[in-house]
């Protein structure tokens, strides 16, 4: 009997340490995410900090901060591996957030408030500040149990992935840095899954941001007459709304999924003469523009797409040009397209499956993302790179109202980190991934 109860109290004392380890991850979670580093005006300076203190507080670990952007800090923290000659692991993350509105929010976005039901409100919960804290946490706990890595783990926190991440993770993976870094392989963000399985991108939609203008003379607002520049830019939009009902089509039947089709969206409309409380009714403007958002997958004809723009889209004959905004490559630097093997012949996909099944979780068919991640930067590189965010049983709500996270998902998803570390760092064999390397 008072073996019995000696262990009772054992395992009481146990659970008693598991939940305030637990309380501690949550507590830092959430004041992370009540730094405020939203577009416009993103306080990185802050978010860098807060990082730098938590990492310092785990053993094994240096930091150091790189601004390839004067006021675009970007943290490097490094945990070093036993075996030098094999490539590293890098676990990526961003620290920008888009903008919110608080008064459609059921909670301030930044007060990373907690629900009735275990949800954390804030910005950044789910894209990607959860994935940036499960990172450390993992690291934290692994450390702690004395875990030392073989391969060498790097942990990058960049700025501006939301607004093109040219300045973060694009600066990053065109550096002589990186190149130092032998990196064999990325982890970037994924999306939350409303099932029990895990999402996991193996590729992804790049955008291709377009302007059309269209010109034309103008007239009063009563006459009839050919090639007005509204005129003209209508039937184009009329051209490009039937393309994307098809696009649609396609995902709306199951026909293809989600990052499959070529998504085009109306971004902006602009035209019109105004004035202090309106615009010019009687007069046919000179000049319309409209902006698209198209996003287009790897295994895409890029050209064909690009001569339907000059032919259809934005014809010269009606008076009309086009430019790309933004113009993201579909092709790696070996011009294959951007896309990560994801099966039995990618020793890196099987590590991912088994590391997830070990902490008793399970991969859903490998996607590919519907939107554009820093991802992109490693895999135009030839790197393989997978989008991966441990969220089962959550609702897809990055960039909108009331974006949550539940405490146990939040929690959950750690202990998945720390089975991929462990995975991913004691794999001790070279294979063509690595020997890749060698022509960074």
């Known amino acids: 009997m008072k073996g019995i109860k000696v262990l009772f109290f054992t395992l009481f004392l146990a659970g008693a340490a598991a939940e305030v380890i ?14 405020n580093t ?8 802050s978010a860098v900090r807060f990082l730098e203190s938590v990492a310092s507080s785990i053993a094994g670990i240096r930091s150091e901060t790189l601004e390839f952007v004067p006021g ?14 094999l490539t590293a692991v890098l676990l990526y993350s961003h620290t920008d957030v888009v903008p919110a509105e608080p008064s459609k929010w059921s909670h301030h976005p930044f007060s990373a408030a907690i629900g009735a039901d275990g949800e954390i409100f804030a910005r950044g919960s789910q894209d990607m500040k959860c994935i940036s804290m499960q990172h450390l946490e993992a690291a934290r706990r692994l450390s702690a149990a004395g875990f030392t890595p073989d391969r060498t783990v790097y942990f990058v926190f960049a700025p501006d992935e939301e607004i093109g991440g040219k300045d973060g993770a ?4 065109a550096s002589e840095k990186f190149r130092e870094m032998r990196v ?4 970037d963000e994924g999306l939350a899954s409303p099932g029990e399985e895990y999402r996991v991108f ?3 939609r790049v955008p291709r941001w377009l302007v059309i203008k269209a010109q034309g003379a103008p007239g009063h607002g009563a006459k009839l007459y050919d090639g007005s520049a509204m005129e ?3 039937k184009s939009v009329e051209t490009i709304r039937r393309f994307r009902a098809a696009q649609f089509d396609m995902l709306k039947s199951g026909e293809k999924a989600e990052g499959e089709v070529v998504s085009v969206n109306f971004a902006f409309l602009k035209a019109g003469t105004p004035t202090p409380t309106g615009f010019v009714m009687n007069l046919q403007p000179s000049e319309a523009e409209v902006g698209l958002d198209i996003r287009v997958p790897p295994n895409v004809d890029i050209e064909a797409l690009e001569r339907r723009v000059a032919e259809e889209w934005a014809p010269s004959s009606r008076n009309m040009t086009f430019m790309f905004k933004q113009k993201a490559s579909v092709v790696d630097k070996h ?3 951007m896309l990560t093997v994801a099966d039995s012949s990618n020793p890196w996909w099987t590590l991912l499956e088994e590391a997830v099944k070990k902490a008793n979780g399970k991969l859903s068919k490998p996607e590919i993302f519907p939107a554009s991640t820093d991802a992109r930067f490693f895999r135009e590189l030839g790197l393989p790179a997978f989008g991966f965010s441990p969220m089962a049983n959550t609702p897809v709500l990055l960039h909108d109202h009331n974006e949550f996270l539940k405490q146990d998902e939040y929690l959950k998803g750690i202990e998945v980190f720390e089975s991929i570390v462990k995975t991913f760092t004691s794999y001790k064999h070279q294979h063509k991934d690595d020997e890749s390397r060698a022509e960074l």
């Open 335 to 337: 011009g294959k397209p």
């Open 184 to 187: 064999g392989v990325v982890l």
């Open 170 to 173: 694009g600066a990053l993976a």
């Open 38 to 45: 939203a577009h416009p005006s993103p306080d990185y300076p």
């Open 22 to 35: 637990d309380a501690g991850a949550i507590s830092r979670f959430q004041q992370y995410l009540q730094i």
């Open 72 to 85: 675009k800090p970007l943290l490097l923290l490094t945990w070093p591996g036993r075996d030098p000659s």
């Open 202 to 204: 193996y590729a992804e």
């Open 232 to 234: 003209n830019l209508m």
